[in-house]
T-cell receptor, first 116, second 115 residues
Framework: AQTVTQSQPEMSVQEAETVTLSCTYDTSESDYYLFWYKQPPSRQMILVIR??????QNATENRFSVNFQKAAKSFSLKISDSQLGDAAMYFC?????????????FGQGTRLTINP | DTGVSQDPRHKITKRGQNVTFRCDPISEHNRLYWYRQTLGQGPEFLTYFQNEAQLEKSRLLSDRFSAERPKGSFSTLEIQRTEQGDSAMYLCASSPQGMSGNTIYFGEGSWLTVV
């Protein structure tokens, strides 16, 4: 079974600086999807960024980028120019590509605090 | 597009009572998911529907839990004979049919407190 591990329960960063959140996963599959989701307090979870395992190029979405190391099974999220609105729980998630299996496997989450 | 809607947002119930949560997915999304999230943890998959068919169930979904999606639109999650360990947030999500990399959209969740 696939597992996802986030080893940083909490992180903090000064506004406008850069922070990196770590994620490792375990799988025997060669093709899969990886995601970072953001969950603000009392608000719904939203997708931040997605990476297909067969793509070597790291995904980027504006201030958010990932460092995908397939051999190391590592998938970190870098947030540049941190803003107060980035404060939230961040979850790393794994999904198999096979049609019959639809579930996301989540890590434990990292609580990100932005210091003004 | 109003997003995934869940009702009620909060529910406090006494141990042993039954509770039911409703989820309205994004219109035209034929895939619907239920997850459970306890404090300080990531969401855990419970079950998945494609249209009205329940295609996958987690072992977390004990006999006291039942989910339905009778017409392939909204879904209900019922918990019978609630226990204190059922206290959690129940998240509903939906996605369009297609590649497994399609974005899954989450609702704001339904908080359950069993006292």
């Amino acid at each position: 079974a696939q597992t996802v591990t986030q080893s940083q329960p909490e992180m903090s960063v000064q506004e406008a600086e850069t922070v990196t959140l770590s994620c490792t996963y375990d799988t025997s599959e060669s093709d899969y999807y990886l995601f970072w989701y953001k969950q603000p307090p009392s608000r719904q979870m939203i997708l931040v960024i997605r990476q297909e395992a067969y793509k070597q190029q790291n995904a980027t979405e504006n201030r958010f980028s990932v460092n995908f190391q397939k051999a190391a099974k590592s998938f970190s999220l870098k947030i540049s120019d941190s803003q107060l609105g980035d404060a939230a729980m961040y979850f790393c998630a794994y999904r198999t590509p096979y049609q019959g299996a639809q579930k996301l496997v989540f890590g434990q989450g990292t609580r990100l605090t932005i210091n003004p | 597009d109003t997003g995934v809607s869940q009702d009620p947002r909060h529910k406090i119930t006494k141990r042993g009572q039954n509770v039911t949560f409703r989820c309205d997915p994004i219109s035209e999304h034929n895939r619907l998911y239920w997850y459970r999230q306890t404090l300080g943890q990531g969401p855990e998959f419970l079950t998945y529907f494609q249209n009205e068919a329940q295609l996958e169930k987690s072992r977390l979904l004990s006999d006291r839990f039942s989910a339905e999606r009778p017409k392939g639109s909204f879904s209900t999650l019922e918990i019978q004979r609630t226990e204190q360990g059922d206290s959690a947030m129940y998240l509903c999500a939906s996605s369009p049919q297609g590649m497994s990399g399609n974005t899954i959209y989450f609702g704001e969740g339904s908080w359950l407190t069993v006292v």
